[in-house]
């Protein structure tokens, strides 16, 4: 299937005109075939990749490695940081004019990345649906230690062959659904900074992440049973979540709470390194942002929510815990000038009642924790192997890894009354 992008080129009812730069997105078996009539007039294209996904696509993509020079990224356990992408800066030949990324998001970041600093194009193979930035504009890096977007490209073609992620470990298509049920809490947070301080939402991006995360829910457990179709349901929605990232030029619609909180997680401020894809995490994530908003619905309901001054930064706390790990000033950084100076109190007591309506238009918590285990995701700290002890702190702590106002963040304005 080629997927129509004529949908995403015109003006929008928002008053902008959104672009994309990728020129075609193939979901399909044998996609890959595409490969060699795409890049007929570059001298020096480059395949990016690791030894895992090497190995396990060494038949499928066979006649791809045997004509194209192949960088394979050294290491067992490769991660989208400064140290990796310093190998791949190494490994990557410098005259190379293309690169194509044949893996998940960790060689994606790398590759987009690198397409970035070099100037350079870079064609998108993804090995499995295990999350929605093959197409995003951004890499999201652990860059000394804090958990970072930097501006990078996006691919001119996807190539998602079927044949390639359909038989990716389950594993990494459950985290590929975790990613995609985390837009749930982001489109919230992004609805709610709306709310609350006017900020800037386009309906259409808004109502396509939705089309993406309803796509999928409708056919998770095809996609357990690894269903053809239904896999290529998932690629398309992930795809698509990506494409909204594109279009709106950051990753508003698709990151919120929840992926702070699995940002805060890989950070490691708190908690040891644990083995855990982004999916995962934002599975957990996810969970924990569900239960606290049901919170915060049900006092504003019951009157039982009032607005107090929270806006400045929590120093101690920041100083207890970033400050431990030698990131206070970072974290500092990252926060500063503070998002909550945007914030009228007057004005977010006033919008409470709609807040708590927005609210009530997201799944239980319950519910989506019934849907994503039955999916084969992960759902609880405990399966990432974290103490359930640390959920308050975590709560407390995750607003701060990333600049962006979300319902977490202007919590710390609202006191809870029992």
């Not at 709106?248 to 908690?271: D, K, V, W």
């Not at 799944?363 to 359930?388: F, H």
């Not at 407390?396 to 890894?401: F, R």
């Amino acid at each position: 299937m080629k997927v129509d992008l004529e949908r995403f080129f015109h003006k929008c009812a928002c008053g902008k005109e959104h672009s994309i730069s990728v020129k075609e997105i193939y979901i399909e078996p044998g996609a890959v075939k595409r490969i060699p009539e795409v890049i007929k007039g570059y001298k020096n294209p480059v395949i990016v990749t690791d030894s895992k996904i090497l190995a396990s696509t060494k038949e499928a993509l066979s006649s791809l490695y045997e004509t194209i020079e192949t960088s394979v990224i050294p290491g067992t356990e490769i991660h989208a940081d400064d140290y990796f992408t310093e190998l791949a800066q190494n490994v990557i030949r410098k005259d190379a004019d293309i690169l194509i990324a044949v893996g998940a998001g960790t060689i994606h970041d790398l590759t987009r990345y690198t397409a970035y600093k070099r100037n350079i194009q870079f064609i998108s193979v993804p090995t499995a649906a295990s999350v929605d930035g093959f197409v995003s504009v951004v890499a999201a890096m652990t860059w000394k230690g804090m958990k970072k977007t930097l501006p990078a490209v996006a691919p001119i073609y996807v190539f998602a062959d079927t044949d390639i992620f359909g038989n990716a470990p389950m594993r990494l298509t459950a985290s590929g659904i975790s990613d995609l049920m985390g837009k749930y809490t982001a489109l919230l947070d992004w609805r709610a900074g709306h709310i609350v301080t006017g900020e800037y939402i386009c309906e259409e991006i808004y109502d396509l992440e939705f089309e993406a995360v309803h796509q999928v829910e409708a056919v998770l457990s095809k996609i357990k049973d690894g269903e053809q179709e239904s896999m290529e349901k998932l690629m398309y929605a992930l795809l698509l979540s990506g494409l909204d990232m594109q279009m709106i030029g950051n990753s508003r619609p698709a990151s919120g709470a929840e992926h702070h909180i699995s940002h805060l997680l890989e950070m490691c401020i708190i908690n040891e390194p644990i083995d855990a894809l982004h999916g995962e995490k934002v599975s957990v994530g996810l969970i924990l942002v569900l239960e606290y908003y049901e919170k915060i619905k049900e006092a504003i309901k019951a009157d039982k929510c009032r607005v107090i001054d929270g806006r400045g930064f929590e120093t101690e706390l920041l100083k207890d815990t970033f400050g431990k790990k030698g990131k206070y000033q970072e974290v500092l950084d990252e926060n500063n000038p503070n998002i909550m100076e945007e914030l009228d109190l007057s004005k977010l007591r006033e919008k409470l009642p709609d807040i708590a309506r927005e609210l009530d238009k997201l799944p239980a918590s319950k519910e989506m924790r019934l849907k994503l285990s039955q999916a084969g995701c992960i759902t609880t700290l405990k399966e990432l192997g974290i103490s359930d002890e640390l959920k308050d702190l975590i709560l407390k702590l995750s607003p701060y890894v990333r600049r962006r106002l979300t319902l977490m963040r202007i919590a710390k304005n609202l006191k809870l009354e029992s």
